[in-house]
């Protein structure tokens, strides 16, 4: 198992810049996929980034450019946002994948204010 802990959510302006941060504890070793989501009010939860065991790494097209995904060797996850527009606010979650299994953190609330 693992568990995620999300911390970094906030409000800032527009323009502004955050970072947020999962940590992972339990069978860190064994996971092959980390990524960021997000779901605003009234929308489905969707990608914003993702990286592989391997450092692969994947954006959403609507971060691109803005925001940069990256992972440390305890398996802790960051996503450096900047440049970041009201259309980013929503709650955060993050997520791992170990095999079959899924594990989500608990969500960070990110807003942001014209």
């Known amino acids: 198992q693992v568990q995620l802990v999300e911390s970094g959510g906030g409000l800032v302006q527009a323009g502004g810049s955050l970072r947020l941060s999962c940590a992972a504890s339990g069978s860190i070793f064994r996971i092959n996929f980390m990524g960021w989501y997000r779901q605003a009010p009234g929308k489905q939860r969707e990608l914003v980034a993702g990286?592989?065991?391997?450092?692969?790494t994947d954006y959403a097209d609507s971060v691109k450019g803005r925001f940069t995904i990256s992972r440390d060797v305890k398996s802790t996850l960051y996503l450096q946002m900047n440049s970041l527009k009201p259309e980013d606010t929503a709650v955060y979650y993050c997520?791992?994948?170990?095999?079959?299994?899924?594990?989500w953190g608990q969500g960070t609330q990110v807003t942001v204010s014209s």
């Open positions: 997520r791992s994948t170990l095999g079959q299994y899924d594990y």
């Open positions: 990286i592989t065991s391997g450092g692969y």
